[in-house]
């Protein structure tokens, strides 16, 4: 029973996919779009978060938008390209929304003051001076535990792509690698546009 329990916790797509992923994965992004908002926590990109100049609602919208379409699109197109089996678009679409179901939680984590409180002191400062800042501690350590959960969403990605594009071996990890890596930069990129 612990075997299956961590199997779904680690891979959920074994059990769910296409459309219901899909349904899922965009309900997720909606509230994190709007724990963003009320954060004022932005994704820069894959895997860069943090504050913006750019406080409109539609901003918020569209980084998650990014996140999500560019990931897919190469998890796709290199799973056309490496794969034998047939892949479906709703199958890649559904499971890299689904993936990022995790993010909300290290998005709640962003609202807590003492890491709201770290995006108001001035980086510039001496390092003592840094750490004797109130509650500047307490948020580096929670903005840690965040963290986890970047993790096991970019574990659950893995699983999508593993499971939407039936690969494994050296053609799963080179694409997972050029598509999170490659990502984040294509990533950065298009959002900065909204800035």
Request: aromatic share 14%.
């Amino acid at each position: 029973m612990k075997t299956f329990n961590l199997n779904l916790v680690l891979n959920p797509f074994e059990r769910i996919a296409g459309f219901q992923a899909l349904g899922w994965g965009l309900l997720g992004m909606a509230v994190s779009t709007v724990i963003c908002y009320l954060s004022g926590w932005h994704y820069h990109g894959l895997l860069h978060f943090g504050p913006a100049p750019n406080p409109a609602w539609w901003c918020y919208a569209i980084e998650h938008l990014v996140v999500w379409i560019v990931p897919a699109v190469l998890f796709y197109l290199g799973g056309l390209i490496l794969s034998r089996s047939k892949i479906r678009v709703i199958d890649v679409l559904g499971t890299v929304a689904f993936a990022q179901l995790p993010l909300i939680l290290m998005n709640l984590f962003n609202l807590l003051p003492p890491i709201q409180n770290m995006t108001k002191v001035d980086m510039n400062i001496p390092p003592a001076e840094l750490l004797a800042q109130p509650g500047f501690l307490v948020g580096v350590w929670l903005s840690l535990i965040g963290v986890v959960f970047l993790v096991w969403a970019l574990v659950w990605m893995f699983n999508a792509l593993k499971v939407s594009c039936n690969l494994k071996g050296y053609p799963l990890g080179i694409l997972y690698c050029i598509a999170v890596f490659g990502g984040d930069v294509l990533c950065r990129y298009l959002i900065r546009l909204c800035y």
